[in-house]
């Protein structure tokens, strides 16, 4: 079973930049696609990022150009490089990782999270 720890999220000014950080746990992890989620207050949990085993990239449109994904399979870690930072990127981002099957913009299609780290983006 793998388990996922997110780090690197906090305060920045808009514009700016900010690195999140998602360690996994488990020997599944290099074969499982790794998505990236977040969650502003009061809304639902959206789609930011995915990344599969075979290096494939998907970004939802409002971050697209401007987040990138990644992942170091020798350090069994998913990042996020998050560039050019608008206050409305301010949320709880999750990682998480895929079933195997279905799509990686639903949520449902993600079998275990981590706790969220939080991320705010001042005007």
């Known amino acids: 079973q793998v388990q996922l720890v997110e780090s690197g999220g906090g305060l920045v000014q808009a514009g700016g930049s900010l690195r999140l950080s998602c360690a996994a746990s488990?020997?599944?992890?290099?074969?499982?696609?790794m998505g990236w989620f977040r969650q502003a207050p009061g809304k639902e949990r959206e789609f930011v990022a995915a990344?599969?085993?075979?290096?494939?990239?998907y970004y939802s449109d409002s971050v697209k150009g401007r987040f990138t994904i990644s992942r170091d399979n020798a350090k069994n870690t998913v990042y996020l490089q998050m560039n050019t930072l608008k206050p409305e990127d301010t949320a709880v981002y999750y990682c998480?990782?895929?079933?195997?099957?279905?799509?990686?913009?639903?949520?449902?299609?993600?079998?275990?999270w981590g706790q969220g780290t939080q991320v705010t983006v001042s005007s």
């Open positions: 998480a990782a895929h079933k195997y099957s279905g799509g990686y913009y639903s949520l449902e299609n993600y079998d275990v």
């Open positions: 488990g020997r599944t992890f290099s074969s499982r696609a």
């Open positions: 990344r599969n085993w075979n290096g494939d990239t």
